[in-house]
């Protein structure tokens, strides 16, 4: 649960960093919104992307320690 919430954290931090700019209002304008639901969008696709590899990975790994040697 930590770790999720460190990643969540690290992803809010770094999209609002971003995208706001305009303190003025208290509502997103549509260039704030837009630039955070892409934000948010590449780093979930990022994320299943890593995760992918790391299980292809982890399944190499898993064969070969299965070969006889």
Request: net charge positive.
């Amino acid at each position: 649960m930590k770790d999720f919430l460190r990643l969540y954290h690290g992803l809010v931090d770094r999209c609002f960093k971003d995208c706001v700019n305009d303190f003025t209002s208290k509502v997103l304008s549509s260039k704030e919104d837009t630039c955070i639901n892409r934000c948010f969008e590449k780093f979930i696709k990022h994320s299943e992307r890593v995760g992918q590899r790391f299980a292809e990975q982890n399944a190499l790994l898993q064969q070969q320690q299965m070969q006889p040697q």
